[in-house]
């Protein structure tokens, strides 16, 4: 099977929105158009042709551009039934086990609220490629606007669940600012150490940090390892609850 092509478009100060497409039969999906010029003319640029807007949730950042977008382009946008009212030009609701197609290329959604209440991420399992919105960061993971800290550890547990290989496509460029409190929260963690000093280089070579692989984000995101005895014990938190050791470090997050 052809794999799925990924074009990252870096927009306003921290955003990145994905043009995904299934090359066979040239279906292509804008996930989280923050704008929509940028995106329009990239899709020239690439002589692609967009077929859909998968939005992960109802922040102006990711949804700008939909509707200037759905002009242009008559694509349909997809976004999370629950939050139907807040996505502008949404189309086709989808819900917690849904899939989405795209060309011969299938994404199942699921619900991982935290951020906002109707945060949805898509999961490419075939091509092993996740993309989380504001759920998940490198090394972070979404403030906490709508949802409970409980609520978001749950959702990031379950996208913990997915395989390692699995890429992990954000919506923010903050893998820097988050090493710095990450290393704050967990200074003697190898992996973290190492991932903290490859970003560094990565970005001031100007190039991305993201995706990282969620065999990464385990090793060294301190919000998918609420749970871990290493990392509750740099936190001083050593044996305490997973969602209280989340809740902590989120508040200290907020703080830093
Ligand atoms: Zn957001
Ligand atoms: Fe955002």
Not at 49 to 77: M, P, R, W, Y
Not at 119 to 129: G, I, L, R, T
Not at 168 to 186: Q, R
Request: with cysteine.
């Amino acid at each position: 099977m052809t794999d799925l092509e990924v074009h990252q478009l870096p927009v306003l100060s921290d955003n990145y929105v994905y043009l995904v497409r299934d090359p066979r039969t040239e279906a292509c999906a804008a996930v989280d158009p923050a704008v929509a010029e940028p995106v329009l003319q990239a899709l020239d640029r690439l002589g692609w042709k967009l077929t859909h807007i998968f939005c992960t949730h109802h922040h102006s950042d990711h949804i700008g551009g939909n509707l200037e977008v759905k002009q242009a382009t008559g694509c349909t946008i997809v976004g999370a039934g629950a939050d139907a009212g807040r996505i502008p030009g949404i189309d086709v609701e989808v819900g917690n086990g849904d899939h989405v197609e795209l060309g011969d290329k299938k994404a199942r959604v699921f619900e991982v609220p935290g951020h906002t209440s109707g945060h949805v991420a898509y999961w490419f399992e075939d091509s092993q490629a996740l993309f989380c919105g504001d759920t998940l960061f490198s090394l972070g993971c979404g403030r906490l606007f709508e949802g409970s800290a409980e609520q978001m550890w749950e959702s990031l547990s379950r996208l913990r669940g997915l395989p390692g290989e699995t890429r992990v496509f954000c919506a923010h460029e903050y893998t820097n600012s988050n090493a710095d409190f990450a290393l704050s929260i967990d200074p003697d963690n190898p992996a973290l150490k190492k991932r903290a000093d490859e970003v560094l280089a990565l970005r001031e070579a100007g190039k991305p940090s993201v995706p990282s692989t969620l065999a990464d984000e385990w090793a060294a995101n301190p919000f998918l390892r609420a749970d871990a005895p290493d990392l509750q014990r740099a936190a001083g938190m050593e044996g305490r609850d997973a969602v209280e050791v989340f809740t902590e470090i989120r508040r200290r997050k907020d703080r830093f």
